[in-house]
């Protein structure tokens, strides 16, 4: 986890996203928003080891909204993974690997995106669960969850090369983890029915309106640059032929590729080494 306030090099290197909304609403730039987010879910986490049935009181419940608990609304999403069954050493320990995470999220994030946008895409994620939720079923203990996956998805799309150590052992690439994570989330969509797609889809929305044209886009480079990789290979010379050959002594660019060929006032191709002579 050395990698924790390091400016790392993106995949994507710059996002065009709400350029000219930046100097007008900068005012809605948080910096820190992960950071923040990953302390919030630190201490709900302590508050939960010493009382478990506080957890009520955070849960999404369109029931206790409409008679007037309107904290509900938002609360969920301070919910912090735990592992389920009372495991608490090891939902401890994966606290502690969140909060590192999420700290190294932030500060990539921000540095390839800006304090402005990355705001305002953990601003478009929140309403997109909070709509979600109030749409259609909320999934069981679902919160903080389902906000890191949001998160950490973008983050491995421009940083997939860094490496994690899973089971603080095996060294795996984090665009590695994200496209078994994307699997994983397709696979709700098809086995939990209509709802539990919908749901998804609408979670996920901020990240695919980001990902999708940028993936396209550099997709139809990709094929651009192939395409004229081809065409110059297709144009140039064919093996053993030269484009330069000496008149004196009929050494070419191929077969002495250290000498230098000029051209006489006479208009003669001649290399160093003859002209030295």
């Not at 506080?54 to 608990?69: H, Q, Y």
């Not at 500060?107 to 601003?123: K, M, N, Q, V």
């Not at 484009?243 to 002495?256: L, N, Y």
Request: charged share 15%; net charge neutral.
């Amino acid at each position: 986890m050395g990698l924790v306030n390091a400016c790392l090099r993106p995949f994507v290197p710059h996002v065009s996203l709400s350029n000219s909304l930046e100097p007008k609403f900068r005012w809605m730039a948080f910096p820190g928003l992960i950071r923040g987010i990953g302390i919030i879910h630190f201490f709900v986490f302590v508050l939960l080891v010493f009382n478990p049935e506080t957890s009520t009181s955070f849960i999404f419940n369109k029931t206790l909204i409409a008679k007037g608990e309107y904290w509900r609304a938002i609360s969920f999403i301070a919910l912090p993974p735990i592992l389920p069954g009372g495991m608490l050493l090891l939902s401890t320990l994966l606290m502690f690997f969140v909060i590192k995470i999420t700290f190294l999220i932030n500060d990539s994030l921000e540095h390839a995106w800006g304090e402005f946008r990355t705001s305002l895409y953990i601003y478009a994620v929140l309403a997109c669960m909070i709509l979600a939720n109030l749409w259609f079923e909320p999934f069981p203990g679902q919160g903080g969850l389902i906000l890191y996956e949001t998160i950490f998805i973008a983050f491995a799309t421009i940083f997939p090369n860094i490496e994690f150590r899973l089971f603080l052992v095996v060294p795996v690439k984090i665009g590695i983890l994200a496209i078994i994570l994307a699997v994983i989330t397709i696979l709700q969509c098809f086995t939990g029915g209509l709802q539990v797609a919908a749901h998804i889809l609408l979670t996920f929305f901020p990240y695919l309106a980001w990902a999708v044209p940028r993936f396209l886009k550099w997709y139809i480079m990709r094929g651009r640059t192939a395409a004229r990789r081809n065409a110059f290979q297709r144009q140039a010379l064919p093996e053993g032929e030269s484009f330069h050959k000496c008149e004196q002594c009929g050494a070419t660019d191929s077969s002495h590729p250290e000498r230098d060929f000029r051209v006489t006032e006479e208009e003669r191709e001649l290399c160093n080494a003859c002209l030295a002579e």
